[in-house]
């Protein structure tokens, strides 16, 4: 049974933010919601909380040290996605464990910070 939610949350990390396991986001793009207004991402708010413990281990602006993966220019709901992941204790690569404890303690607002600052990320 696990082995099988962790395939589906796998694939749907990989696949659904393309639209292909989802059918995609059919809302036009000029419309929000609430939670997506309540949950816009501060970028500057993004940029302090990663430089509090995430740069540590993911470099300057995201760009991946070591065995680290680079973590900027990805897509928000991609960012957002693999934090919440982490944050719900779901193994996803060789740093989960890492990541799992780094990411319990983010907020909703945290993780959207972090995503908007990680999309725009340079050094």
């Known amino acids: 049974m696990i082995a099988t939610s962790t395939r589906a949350v796998v694939f749907s990390l990989l ?43 993911h470099g300057a602006a995201g760009k991946g040290v070591a065995s680290y993966p680079k973590v900027s220019g990805k897509e928000i709901p991609y960012t957002t996605s693999m934090l919440e992941t982490y944050r719900n204790g779901i193994k996803v690569g060789p740093n989960s464990s890492l990541m799992i404890m780094m990411a319990k303690p983010l907020t909703d607002q945290e993780i959207a910070d972090l995503a908007a600052y990680l999309q725009v990320a340079t050094p």
């Open 15 to 57: 696949f659904c933010p393309f639209g292909f396991a989802n059918g995609g986001d059919t809302r036009p793009e000029n419309v929000t919601t609430a939670t997506d207004e309540a949950l816009a991402g501060n970028i500057e708010a993004g940029e302090a909380r990663y430089k509090k413990t995430c740069v540590n281990c």
